[in-house]
């Protein structure tokens, strides 16, 4: 168990509609990254949050949106779904602002989102 | 841009044995983190081990280890003594601190089968 908490495990939905993905990361940690997984293009960086503020964007859809609240806690939310969206999403945790690299990611077990 | 390469995407082990699995990166970072994830069936991804650029020595976890040779740029995971539990995904990634970007990109993995 890595500490890193994400609900909920499983997501069914319909296309056009929009969902929430939580995570809430390791005691202590105060950098949380949101990764999506898919059989295509395999393991992508979304984005970053450290301490509540917005430190680095990846290949993140504008469609998609996230944010870390006070208690550290980050959402994803994903609107106007499309089949393509399906894939696993990950978040992980850390404890600095990865100013250097040997911060270790924990990850979460992940938010399977199935869109039908 | 950094960029990982997996060369294996499937590799089979006999029980008890060891396996390299093997992993090449770019990068032109001076400080660079180099990591390795498992993920089994199950989906979670399981931090293993991690080797910083300026580490003269090779990193060991348990029955882990890192092969790193600089110079040629790669990473190669080390596991001795393989266990029917090993079978699972492995992706190789490293983390580098380009301007406001810090991020993880990953290889596309090595399926490891372990045949008892």
């Known amino acids: 168990d890595s500490g890193v908490t994400q609900t909920p495990k499983h997501l069914i939905t319909a296309t056009g509609q929009r969902v929430t993905l939580r995570c809430s990361p390791r005691?202590?940690?105060?950098?949380v990254y949101w990764y999506q997984q898919s059989l295509d293009q395999g393991l992508q960086f979304l984005i970053q949050?450290?301490?509540?503020?917005?430190?680095a964007k990846g290949n993140i859809l504008e469609r998609f949106s996230a944010q870390q609240f006070p208690d550290l806690h980050s959402e994803l939310n994903l609107s106007s779904l499309e089949l393509g969206d399906s894939a696993l999403y990950f978040c992980?945790?850390?404890?600095?602002?990865?100013?250097?690299?040997?911060?270790?990611?924990?990850f979460g077990p992940g938010t399977r989102l199935t869109v039908l | 841009a950094q960029k990982i390469t997996q060369t294996q995407p499937g590799m089979f082990v006999q029980e008890k044995e060891a396996v390299t699995l093997d992993c090449t990166y770019d990068t032109s970072d001076q400080s660079y983190g180099l990591f390795w994830y498992k993920q089994p069936s199950s989906g979670e991804m399981i931090f293993l081990i991690y080797?910083?650029?300026?580490?003269?020595q090779n990193a060991t976890e348990g029955r882990y280890s890192l092969n790193f040779q600089k110079a040629r740029k790669s990473a190669n995971l080390v596991i001795s003594a393989s266990q029917l539990g090993d079978s699972a995904m492995y992706f190789c990634?490293?983390?580098?601190?380009?301007?406001?970007?810090?991020?993880?990109?990953f290889g596309k993995g090595t399926k490891l089968s372990v045949i008892p």
């Open positions: 005691s202590g940690d105060l950098s």
């Open positions: 992980a945790s850390s404890v600095r602002d990865q100013e250097d690299s040997t911060d270790t990611q924990y």
């Open positions: 990634a490293t983390l580098y601190s380009g301007a406001g970007s810090y991020q993880l990109t």
């Open positions: 080797q910083g650029s300026y580490d003269e």
């Open positions: 949050y450290y301490n509540g503020e917005e430190r």
